[in-house]
């Protein structure tokens, strides 16, 4: 299994449409968490760090939950510019940090 | 605030030759990453800095991959010699510090072709 798993998708929704995605950790080490948009051919860009007591920005919203080891990334309104892939990225605490990224998911948003 | 630089931005080689991407962290990070990203995977780490300190180099391929961080800021990352599997973007990020799992930024990359 591996550590961090994320649905690949694609996942294809009109414009101005709700859309969540999920990502799962196995590690019960995991301390920090951070969900990256990483557009075609270009690097990875934090897009919002994941809190305890979940956090909103704009129409993005994240939240952790520990019990069941995921945290998830809800984006209302799409717009088209949100078509992109969604990472999560883990930081298990082993000593020192070590941090896995998902392999992501992909999000198509249509006219 | 500049961002990370990495150059060159593509490279193509022969296998069997040497190849070497060069990064400038972010200005104050004292933490540098260096990742390999394949089509449709996430970035893997290769090697973690801590200042000049290598504090996590477990998944580097000693055997043909080596880097250096000499004073603590830009670091290089070298291939020698490269295969046909090595082709893939090379990405480096720095943090302020690893200790807390602090947000990483990344550089654009270095999208290395072996034929």
């Known amino acids: 299994r591996k550590e961090v798993e994320q649905d690949p998708g694609p996942f294809n929704v009109p414009e101005g449409a709700t859309v969540a995605f999920n990502c799962t950790y196995s590690?019960?080490?995991?301390?920090?968490f951070f969900w990256y948009r990483q557009d075609c051919r270009k690097e990875p860009k934090l897009l919002m760090s994941?809190?305890?007591s979940g956090n909103e920005d704009g129409r993005f919203t994240a939240q952790l939950n520990r019990a069941s080891q995921y945290i998830s990334l809800l984006i209302r309104d799409s717009k088209l510019s949100d078509s992109a892939t969604y990472l999560c990225?883990?930081?298990?605490?082993?000593?020192?940090?070590?941090?896995?990224f998902g392999a992501g998911t992909r999000l198509f948003v249509k006219a | 605030e500049a961002g990370v630089v990495q150059s060159p931005r593509y490279k193509i080689i022969e296998k069997k030759q040497p190849v070497a991407f060069w990064c400038n962290p972010i200005?104050?990070?004292?933490?540098l990453y260096w990742y390999l990203q394949n089509l449709g995977q996430g970035p893997e780490l290769l090697i973690r800095?801590?200042?000049?300190?290598?504090?996590?180099d477990s998944q580097l391929p000693k055997d043909r991959f080596s880097a250096e961080r000499l004073k603590g800021v830009d670091s290089t990352l070298k291939i020698q010699p490269a295969e046909l599997g090595d082709s893939a973007v090379y990405l480096c990020?720095?943090?302020?510090?690893?200790?807390?799992?602090?947000?990483?930024?990344f550089g654009p990359g270095t999208r290395l072709t072996v034929t």
């Open positions: 590690n019960s080490a995991s301390q920090s």
């Open positions: 990020a720095s943090s302020l510090d690893s200790d807390r799992g602090y947000e990483q930024y």
């Open positions: 994941v809190y305890s």
């Open positions: 800095y801590e200042n000049e300190e290598a504090v996590d």
């Open positions: 200005s104050g990070h004292n933490t």
């Open positions: 990225v883990v930081n298990i605490n082993t000593g020192g940090f070590k941090t896995i």
